[in-house]
């Protein structure tokens, strides 16, 4: 079973930076995407980030230039760096993992990220 783990959450002022961490266990699969997702209130979960075992990284439009997604194949984690965080930007955000041929995805339980003044 895939468990994700999430860390890093917390409050941040506008134009601050804050740093997402992943660490999945149970991974079955030599393929798989991790990516990070979020959810504000109100709203449907949206993709923030994603990234392949080969470094290929995909960023909503929102996020480029400003988040940044990496991961350590061998430890299975992923991190998630946002720099020039805006209040839009508060929202839960989600870890997950996706094998692309068998279509499964695992969640993490989520951190609170919250931009405010």
């Known amino acids: 079973q895939v468990q994700l783990v999430e860390s890093g959450g917390g409050l941040v002022q506008p134009g601050g930076s804050l740093r997402l961490s992943c660490a999945a266990s149970?991974?079955?699969?030599?393929?798989?995407?991790m990516g990070w997702y979020r959810q504000a209130p109100g709203k449907q979960r949206e993709l923030v980030a994603s990234?392949?075992?080969?470094?290929?990284?995909h960023y909503a439009d929102s996020m480029k230039g400003r988040f940044t997604i990496s991961r350590d194949n061998v430890k299975e984690t992923a991190d998630l760096q946002m720099n020039s965080l805006k209040p839009e930007d508060t929202a839960v955000y989600y870890c997950?993992?996706?094998?692309?041929?068998?279509?499964?995805?695992?969640w993490g339980q989520g951190t609170q990220v919250t931009v405010s003044s």
């Open positions: 997950n993992v996706r094998y692309p041929f068998a279509g499964n995805d695992y």
């Open positions: 149970g991974i079955t699969s030599s393929v798989y995407f």
């Open positions: 990234i392949s075992n080969s470094g290929s990284t």
